[in-house]
């Protein structure tokens, strides 16, 4: 099976995860739904304690992994257009070195999904060449990583 059906999603616990609790249905633009999903999580994550937020952080990229690898499967469809998890470990990656203020996280949102959707070298070549779940997880991670150089590089610039 390839297109999940909203019932599908709502009833499986593993594709309503990787679906973004739901925002990957979204007929356009399911990554951006799912990268907004993530957003809701941003303030909780910069509240607590830097290693901590790390550790959470390393472990939804670690479950990730398989989630991502599983609901593929299962949906017979390597990168499924509406699992969105790692658009939302990916928008938390973003952000959780900057500081916690709504600006920055319109920021990191706008940043993060251009890196997301244009995908330039080297995420085009990871989202080519890396199966299964690392692969999914493993291009948005990159995109998180270069927009976060870029935020932080314009904190820096802006801030001093």
Do not use: Y
């Not at 670690?62 to 658009?87: N, P, Q, R, S, Y």
Request: charged fraction near 10%; hydrophobic fraction near 60%; include cysteine.
């Amino acid at each position: 099976m390839s297109a999940p059906q909203s019932p599908q999603v709502w009833r499986n616990f593993w594709h309503f995860l990787a679906f973004g609790f739901g925002t990957g249905l979204a007929r356009k633009a399911p990554g951006t739904w799912g990268t907004l999903a993530g957003l809701v999580f941003v303030p909780f994550l910069q509240w607590l304690a830097l290693p901590v937020a790390l550790a959470i952080i390393a472990v939804a990229t670690l479950f990730g992994v398989w989630l991502c690898g599983k609901v593929a499967d299962d949906l017979g469809v390597h990168d499924h257009g509406g699992i969105v998890w790692d658009e939302i470990v990916g928008i938390w990656l973003t952000l959780i070195l900057l500081p916690a203020h709504w600006i920055w996280w319109l920021a990191g949102f706008v940043v993060f999904r251009l890196f997301d959707i244009l995908k330039p070298w080297p995420i085009s070549v990871l989202d080519r060449k890396v199966n299964g779940g690392l692969g999914i997880m493993l291009d948005d991670l990159l995109a998180a990583v270069f927009a976060a150089f870029v935020l932080l590089c314009a904190q820096w610039f802006l801030l001093g």
